[in-house]
């Protein structure tokens, strides 16, 4: 049976009763004037979905009168929901949907007893921000999407002790204590993907820190890192340059990397670029056990 939320005219159907090819469709849609081209096809949103943890019945497509409007995807975790691939086709937009779809997600995390959602939205997206400013999103930070070419040769290696992690100690180190991070970066979504290895730096001055990542086939991306002793611009350069060294080839690509972290500038200095910004919101307070380190804003 179609299940169905009824607005006066905005007809709001479960993603779930649509194929991956017809979503992907609508998404594509919604997007082909968007800010960054990042258009899908069928088997990338099924990982997107997969690594994500996307709750297709609590996801919603948008319709009236036999007419598609458009989509947003609800990821749904322990304690905390997440609003991803909003989008309105752009001949339909400023009637309402967006706030029907956000309103409908919303109510689907509700019904899950999840009160705190998070979302980024790209910098000067201006109608999505004011969208999720209306409904009660509030800012808690900047996020930086880097990219790096390879360089060959690459940097020479630092002079390190370097342990490879096998993927069982990689998912165990970044379970624990690495803070509140963006929806991409938990250590969820690395326990979701196959190819997630690591490797543990220690410098000769005692300096110490681990790096996690998730190989794919020409790109190294989702990082997760910790500086367990030491400066962590110096350690992160340390493991950085053992991880290009050992794929000079391949390409890497890293999402939401908060902009105050202080391994940034080896970033930096090993090449890597910012392509774009986002904006990091959240609505609701953050369960106590999710907020490691990072506070929620008093203004
Ligand atoms: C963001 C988006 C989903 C909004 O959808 P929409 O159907 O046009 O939104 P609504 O008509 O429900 O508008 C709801 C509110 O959003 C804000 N808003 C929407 N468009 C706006 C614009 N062009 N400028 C400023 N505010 C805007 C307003 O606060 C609006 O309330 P109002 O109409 O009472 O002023 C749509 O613009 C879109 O698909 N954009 C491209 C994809 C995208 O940016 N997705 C979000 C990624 S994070």
Partial sequence: MIQTIHSPVIELIPASQFSLAQLTAIYNQTRVDYLIPMPMNAARLAEYIQTYDVDLDASLVACQEDQLLGVAMLGVRQERAWITRLGVLPG????????????????????????FSMLEVIKNNTPAH????????????????????PIIPPPDPVIADVQRLERPEALDLIAHDRGTQPWTNQSESLNNLQDVSGLRVTLPDGSRGWLVYQRQKFTLTRFAYKTEAGSPAVVAYAFLSHLHFQYPRLDTYL????????????????GYIEAFGRIEMWRGAPPPGLLGGREKPSN
Avoid: S, W
């Fill in 130 to 149: 004011q969208l999720f400013l209306k409904l009660g999103f509030y800012e808690v930070g900047e996020l930086l999407v880097l990219r790096r070419a």
């Fill in 92 to 115: 339909t937009r400023r009637h309402g949907a967006g706030r029907a779809l956000m309103e409908g997600l919303l109510a689907q995390a509700e019904k899950r007893n999840l009160h």
């Fill in 255 to 270: 999402e939401n990397i908060q902009v105050n972290d202080p391994h940034l500038p080896a970033f930096y200095r090993m």
